[in-house]
Structures are given as C-alpha cells and as structure tokens.
C-alpha cells in the first residue's frame, strides 16, 4: 500500500444502467426473477457501488496488491429503470492497517437509490488466488 492511502479519498463515477442488470437478468435461471420488474437490481447495485470504491483505492495500492470485499451494509430506496444514469460516490472514511471502510451513496438523477457501508480488506492478488484455487477438490 502506498502512504496516499488514507481517508478522504472520494471518488464519483457515473453508470447507465442497461436491460443487462435488471432483476430478470441476475439469476437468468430463477423462474421467480423472471416475473420480476425490469428494474436495476439490487445485486447488481451490490457490484456498482464496489466497483466504485476499488476505483477510489486502486491508485493507492502496490502493483501486486487488490482489495475484497468483505461487508456491504446498503439501502436499496428507489427503483432505476434502464436508460437512467446512477452517480455513485464512494468515500473512504477509515483505515486499519489493511482494512478499509467506506461510505457510499448512489443517485440516479431523480433519487437517492442507495446508501450505507462498505468494508473492503488489501490482499496480495497472488496469494489471495493460490488459496481460493486450493478450495477447488481434484478431479477424479
């Protein structure tokens, strides 16, 4: 980790929600989504708002380093139909060592969509892999 990484780091991004990330198309293999509204889902909204906070570290972070999440505390408040714009703003407002909280907030234009928590952890991208790899049971 580089010694820029500290709270205050803010980062705005902006999204156009596409027919890709409606409810129907998170779990394209679950009948009860398909009765769903073609609104943002919120699984989706999960990932948005994550990809938002690794934007803000990324730049703060050693080559051989990345962040996971770890926690995710949000309000999901208004539906977002396709076409809209959301503007997600994350901010990092504590560090503990490798540990890394943040707050969110996303709006798509009309309303406040979501806002709340989100912790994320600084890991060696190579060490995290090797042990997520060894889960995997041998074939045979």
């Not at 980062?11 to 998170?26: D, I």
């Not at 309303?111 to 709340?116: E, F, L, M, Q, V």
């Not at 994320?120 to 889960?135: C, L, S």
Request: aromatic residues 6%; hydrophobic residues 40%.
């Amino acid at each position: 980790m580089k010694t820029s990484l500290q709270p205050g780091i803010r980062h705005v991004m902006q999204f156009t929600v596409p027919e890709s990330k409606v409810v129907p198309a998170l779990y394209p293999e679950a009948p009860e989504f398909q009765n769903m509204p073609r609104v943002f889902a919120t699984g989706f909204l999960v990932g948005l708002l994550e990809w938002a906070c690794v934007q803000a570290v990324t730049p703060h972070l050693d080559a051989e380093e990345l962040t996971v999440g770890t926690h995710i505390d949000i309000s999901h408040e208004a539906a977002t139909p396709p076409g809209l714009e959301v503007t997600v703003t994350a901010e990092l407002t504590r560090r503990e060592g490798r540990r890394l909280w943040f707050a969110v907030e996303a709006h798509d234009g009309i309303d406040r969509i979501s806002g709340g928590q989100h912790q994320r952890v600084v890991v060696d991208a190579k060490r995290f892999v090797q042990i997520a790899e060894g889960k995997k049971r041998p074939s045979g």
